[in-house]
C-alpha cells in the first residue's frame, strides 16, 4: 500500500508539471535562452547621405538593437520603413523590410537607395528631411509593440540614360533622330558607352533617346575641352557639337560619370584574320609557370587562322591565356569572368591590364591533361580532357570509335593493362584520342605500316588525313600487355606481361 501511494505522489507531481507546462506554452517556443530585455534603438550609417551616381555603390547602413520580449522567450519580428520626418508612416515612402525575425541590419548602397526614393514619387536632385522606423513585434501578445526613429537627409540624383545614340551629318543616319545608331554600353564599367564605325566630315552629338523631338536631353560638348562631355538638359544650353573633317573609322568612348570623351581612328577586325599573332599559355597549373617572357604557345589552326589550340597536362593551381606583348604582365589577355572558374566551355572575356586578372583553376580532382581551342573573334573557348583509346581488331574495344573504353590515366601516363589479340591473333591497332567518328580528332598512329608491337616509335596525324599506320601483332604474339603513353615526355612502352 505504501508503494503504490508513492507511486501515485510521483504520478501526480509528474501530471502537475506537465499541465502547467502545457497551460504555460503555445506556438511560439519557451525558452529561457531567448529571453531578451533590451531597449529598441536605431542608427544609420550617415545622416546626412549626398547620394551621387559617380559613387553609386557607396555603402549605406541601418542597424538596430533587439528590443525586448519581456522574458518571454517569444519571437519577436522586424518591420523597417521610411517616410518623410514629417509623416506618420499610414502611407510610408517604402517598407525596406517587412515581419523578419532575427535580423538588425539593412544594408543598400547610394544608387539603390536613389532608385528607390524616386520610384516612389521623390524628384531628383532634390533634398529631403527622412525618417527611418524600425517596428518589433512580439508574438506574445502581453509584450507591447516598440518604435524606434533616426532621422536623416538624402539629396538624390538624376540618373544617367540607359542608353545613348549619335546623330549628326557626320553620322551614317545624318540628323534622323528616330534612325539614330546607338552606342554600345560597357558591360564591365557603369556610364560608359562606346561607338565604333565609320564618320565623315561633318558635326555630330548624342542623344538619350531616338524620340524626333529636339527638346529631349543630350550630350554636347563642352566650349573649353573637346575631351569633356555637358549634359544638355531639355536641349537647353549651347549646342556646340564635335566635328569630323576626314572620313575614317572611329572608336567614341564616352563617360558619362566623369563627363569625359575619347576620339580615335582604328583599324577594324577583320573577321577572317585572327585579333592577335599568337597566344600563350601562363599560371602555375600549366608547363609554362608564371612566366610571360618566354611561356609555351598555342598552335594557330593552319585550317582557321582565328583559333588557337593548345594541349597540356595541368596541375593544381591558375592558369589565364596570354595575348601579348611578351614581359608584360599588363598586357592583352583572354581571362574567364569571375576568378577561379572551372573550365566550362563558352565566352571568355579579353581584356588588357592588371586591374582585373580573374584565372582559371584547377583542382586536385580535375587536374590532367586537356585539350584548348580559343576562336580569337568570337571569344569563345573550349575546354576538352583528353583521354586515350586502343582502336583496332588487335585490342579490346576493336573498330569501335563511338563508344570505346579509354585507357587509364595515371600520374601523367595513360595505361592499358590487358588482352592483345584476343578476338584476332594478327589483329591491329592504333590510339585515338578521341571517340565519336572516324575523323574527329587526333591519332597516334605507329611510324610505318604494319609496324612491330615492339617497334614504340609512333607519330601523330589529324583526323583522316593519315598516314593510317598501325601496330599489327604477328603469329605467336597474342597476350597480355602492358601500354604506357606519356604525351609529355613522347614516350611510349609496349610490356609483354
Not at 177 to 187: C, D, K, N, Y
Not at 369 to 383: A, E, G, L, Q
Not at 412 to 438: H, M, Q, R
Request: include cysteine.
Amino acid at each position: 500500500m505504501k508503494t503504490f501511494n508513492y507511486i501515485k505522489t510521483i504520478t501526480i507531481g509528474v501530471l502537475s508539471l506537465l499541465m502547467l507546462c502545457l497551460s504555460s506554452c503555445n506556438d511560439d517556443l519557451v525558452d529561457s535562452s531567448f529571453d531578451t530585455q533590451d531597449t529598441l534603438g536605431i542608427s544609420i550609417s550617415d545622416s546626412e547621405l549626398v547620394l551621387k551616381e559617380l559613387l553609386f555603390d557607396a555603402a549605406i547602413d541601418l542597424n538596430w538593437s533587439t528590443g525586448t520580449n519581456k522574458n518571454t522567450g517569444a519571437a519577436i519580428k522586424y518591420t523597417l520603413q521610411v517616410d518623410h520626418a514629417t509623416g506618420d508612416f499610414s502611407n510610408p515612402i517604402a517598407t525596406l523590410v517587412s515581419d523578419v525575425q532575427n535580423t538588425y541590419s539593412f544594408n543598400t548602397n547610394y544608387g539603390n537607395l536613389n532608385k528607390l526614393l524616386l520610384d516612389n514619387g521623390l524628384e531628383p536632385d532634390q533634398t529631403y528631411d527622412l525618417t527611418a522606423m524600425i517596428t518589433a513585434n512580439v508574438s506574445n501578445e502581453s509584450v507591447p509593440t516598440q518604435i524606434a526613429t533616426v532621422n536623416f537627409t538624402a539629396t538624390t540624383f538624376k540618373p544617367i540614360t540607359q542608353h545613348l545614340y549619335i546623330v549628326g551629318d557626320a553620322t551614317p543616319n545624318g540628323w534622323n533622330i528616330g534612325s539614330a545608331t546607338e552606342l554600345s554600353a560597357s558591360t564591365t564599367q557603369r556610364g560608359v558607352f562606346v561607338y565604333e564605325g565609320v564618320l565623315k566630315p561633318g558635326n555630330f552629338k548624342f542623344a538619350v533617346s531616338q524620340d524626333g523631338c529636339w527638346c529631349q536631353d543630350f550630350y554636347t560638348k563642352d566650349e573649353t575641352d573637346d575631351g569633356k562631355i555637358i549634359y544638355n538638359e531639355g536641349g537647353s544650353g549651347d549646342d556646340l557639337q564635335w566635328s569630323i573633317e576626314t572620313e575614317d573609322n572611329y572608336r567614341l568612348t564616352l563617360d558619362l560619370l566623369n563627363k569625359t570623351i575619347t576620339i580615335e581612328t582604328y583599324v577594324p577586325v577583320d573577321p577572317d584574320e585572327p585579333a592577335f599573332p599568337m597566344l600563350w599559355i601562363v599560371g602555375d597549373a600549366s608547363e609554362s609557370g608564371w612566366n610571360v617572357d618566354s611561356p609555351v604557345a598555342f598552335i594557330q589552326n593552319e585550317n582557321n587562322p582565328i583559333e588557337f589550340i593548345y594541349e597540356g597536362t595541368f596541375a593544381p593551381g591558375n592558369f589565364k591565356i596570354f595575348a601579348g606583348p611578351l614581359g608584360d604582365w599588363c598586357g592583352e589577355w583572354y581571362r574567364p569572368s569571375v576568378d577561379n572558374q572551372d573550365l566550362i566551355s563558352g565566352p571568355v572575356e579579353q581584356n588588357a591590364g592588371c586591374d582585373v586578372d580573374n584565372k582559371w583553376l584547377i583542382t586536385e580532382a580535375t587536374k590532367g591533361r586537356y585539350k584548348i581551342k580559343i576562336n580569337t573573334i568570337d571569344n569563345t573557348i573550349t575546354f576538352k580532357k583528353v583521354s586515350l583509346y586502343l582502336i583496332g581488331d588487335g585490342g579490346p574495344n576493336g573498330w569501335n570509335i563511338n563508344n570505346p573504353d579509354p585507357m587509364t590515366y595515371e600520374n601523367g601516363e595513360y595505361v592499358f593493362v590487358g588482352a592483345l589479340g584476343a578476338d584476332n591473333p594478327t589483329g591491329e591497332f592504333k590510339i585515338s584520342k578521341f571517340s565519336g567518328d572516324w575523323c574527329d580528332g587526333d591519332w597516334i598512329n605507329a611510324a610505318v605500316p604494319n609496324q612491330s608491337i615492339y617497334n614504340v616509335a609512333y607519330i601523330t596525324t589529324s583526323g583522316c588525313d593519315g598516314p593510317d599506320n598501325k601496330w599489327k601483332l604477328q603469329v605467336g604474339q597474342a597476350g597480355n600487355y602492358e601500354i604506357r603513353i606519356n604525351l609529355d615526355t613522347e614516350v611510349l612502352t609496349i610490356t609483354s606481361r
